[in-house]
């Protein structure tokens, strides 16, 4: 298989990916069984995005893409099957999020501060860390941003895709079930993940 430019294509190869769903210009992998899509003009590869998990990388997203030229790292766009490749992007952030690692074990009382810190209520107080060690961990590369709104006289923080797709770490320390249409994207406060999410992610990776 070759690009528009007579340039081979090949397993691993690096491609340039046009990422319509966010307008943004991405990197990701030719597949090894990238020959099985090719039409007759030898334009469609098929792409692998990963993800990073610990010292393994593993594929969360698979795209039919129409190669639309470019050397050394092809530019590439999405075919025809946008629409199917978008319904498996939700099926694979589902997916995620019930395979999701749980974090509480690792919630511990000295990381919350007033009015949560001493409560019965082993996830009161731990919105925000548990939301920011899952997105720093794996929910980023799913395409999740932290969002934020007021849910029973308290803030709260989880985390959201584009198509509203929530994952919420700490939903069950609530009474009835955030109405999550009143939240907004907000970003966290810190760039890197915050001492307090550091030490939880230490945790959970030691157990």
């Given at each position: ?60 997203s698979r795209f039919a893409v129409r190669v639309i030229g470019g050397k050394g790292s092809p530019l590439v766009r999405m075919a025809d099957n946008e629409k199917t490749d978008a ?121």
């Amino acid at each position: 298989m070759v690009d528009k430019n007579n340039q081979p294509l090949v397993a691993g190869q690096n491609v340039t990916w046009i990422d319509r769903q966010r307008n943004q210009i991405r990197r990701a992998t030719v597949d090894a069984d990238s020959q099985k899509w090719a039409d007759d003009g030898h334009d469609l590869l098929t792409i692998n995005v990963t993800m990073k998990t610990g010292v393994d990388r593993r594929v969360i997203s698979r795209f039919a893409v129409r190669v639309i030229g470019g050397k050394g790292s092809p530019l590439v766009r999405m075919a025809d099957n946008e629409k199917t490749d978008a319904r498996l992007i939700r099926r694979e952030r589902m997916k995620a999020i019930r395979t999701a690692p749980d974090l509480t074990p690792f919630l511990t009382d000295d990381l919350r501060r007033a009015p949560w810190k001493g409560s019965d209520n082993v996830l009161a107080g731990h919105c925000y860390v548990a939301a920011e060690v899952h997105f720093h961990m794996w929910a980023k590369k799913f395409g999740f941003t932290p969002h934020f709104l007021r849910w029973e006289g308290a803030p709260h923080w989880y985390l959201q895709d584009a198509t509203g797709l929530v994952l919420d770490p700490t939903a069950d320390q609530f009474a009835s079930k955030p109405d999550y249409k009143q939240g907004k994207g907000k970003g966290f406060l810190t760039k890197q993940a915050s001492k307090r999410a550091q030490v939880v992610y230490t945790k959970f990776m030691a157990a």
